[in-house]
């Protein structure tokens, strides 16, 4: 390890070294052991070794406690006029999108444009704004227009910085799906009143909808005899996405949002296991391509090292969002639309 000297010298100002491990060729590589844990005494470890040009991250092993480093990454100045270009590409998209799906009716198209953009923004920005909150760097959203059928590929956000503790990376991970949800309810809500019944209809595409989609078509939605068909507004549509996006977000795979979520109350090896049992529940609502996506992200990290102090504590209010979040995720549980 380069200035393995200096770090040692940095780690025993502030822990009881107990050894060194090179990690003997293992996945999570060299780490050294300590005989115990102050979680101020680690932020200044930090900074001591951000100096340096190293991260440290440390975890429970044992009795003890274990501290990883990685190299410190350069940070890219961020480019504004990259995220302004790009929203206004995919305003231009998701107008088109809405176009189509509203057969040539400019209004709709403008529906459905605000309401899924508005979702996708809300999902980012609370990303954005629990990054400041504890003192992440973080770009603002890009935004990504694709010529699809609903005329983008969403967004995300840059972490420039390490995360800070678990409660930092719980934050980071619940805000955005949870935002996005509370924007979906009233888009759904407003999409499936304007939707229509039809008999016999020409439909390509079927959806099995979700729990939450099922209990709104039940509270507003036009009532549908027998042999007709509810023909989904624009705006429903969107609303539809909306959840979809949540949903595939919370998976607790690798980097996703659930991941994030699950590696904050779990150690790497359940956290690793964990993100297989995402994906294949993924692969089993019939999401092949996102699934085929998790699979990559999944073996082409290392596994996810969780936040700097991965030892603090969660707090109650955060364990009860956990729980939350959870009702959040069996709500939007969403097969794939089928074709008939």
Known sequence: MDDFHLIEQSISHYFPIIGFSDGDGGKEGSYFLVGDYNPHSFQELVKELDELGFVPFISPEGTYYKINLAKKQEKGKSKIHINVILLLATIGTTLFAGYYLGEGDMWQAVAFAVALLGIIGAHELAHFFAARKHGVDATLPYFIPAPTIIGTFGALIN???PIPNRRALFDLGYSGPLAGFIVAIPVLLIGLKLSTVATNPEVSMVFVPPLIMQLFTFLVAPAANEGQVL???PVAF???VGILVTMLNLMPVAFLDGGHISRSFFSQKIHSFVSIVGIM???????YLMAALMVVIYFMNKGHPGA???VAPMDRNRKIIAV????VFILCLSPYPFTQ
Do not use: Q, R
């Open 159 to 161: 972490i420039k910085s």
């Open 231 to 233: 023909l989904l507004h």
């Open 238 to 240: 969107a609303g539809w």
């Open 281 to 287: 529940i993924t692969v089993v609502l019939g999401w």
């Open 308 to 310: 700097l102090d991965n």
């Open 324 to 327: 939350v979040i959870v009702a």
